[in-house]
């Protein structure tokens, strides 16, 4: 996904189903976030506040099947940014933007 779209641009669909133009001025930087097969809605109001708090992001999601208890944030290249290692509730999406924060994102 790209920054700067303009009406002229081929679009594509993000996480939320909403049309995106594409351009090529800067590559947003990519977190993956993976959530559990029940966890959607939390999953599209998570990726919604981290990309409008993080302009440089871009969030993509994986669903574990068969798993409610997974859920991590990693970066492109790996890095754990936040991880559930135990049952419980979907984290606050203030925890997470917290732990972005800490990882270095503004």
Known sequence: M??????????????????????CFRKLMEVIVTYGQDE???????ADAIEDQ???LSVEGVEIEQDNQSFSVKTEDGKIVME??????FPETASVIESLRQAGYQ
Do not use: M, W
Request: charged residues 15%.
């Open 84 to 89: 559930r290692k135990s049952a419980g509730p």
């Open 2 to 23: 790209y920054s700067k779209p303009g009406p002229h641009l081929p679009t594509s669909t993000s996480h939320c189903g909403a049309q995106v133009a594409k351009t």
């Open 54 to 56: 993080f302009p440089e």
């Open 40 to 46: 959607l809605n939390q999953f599209i109001d998570l």
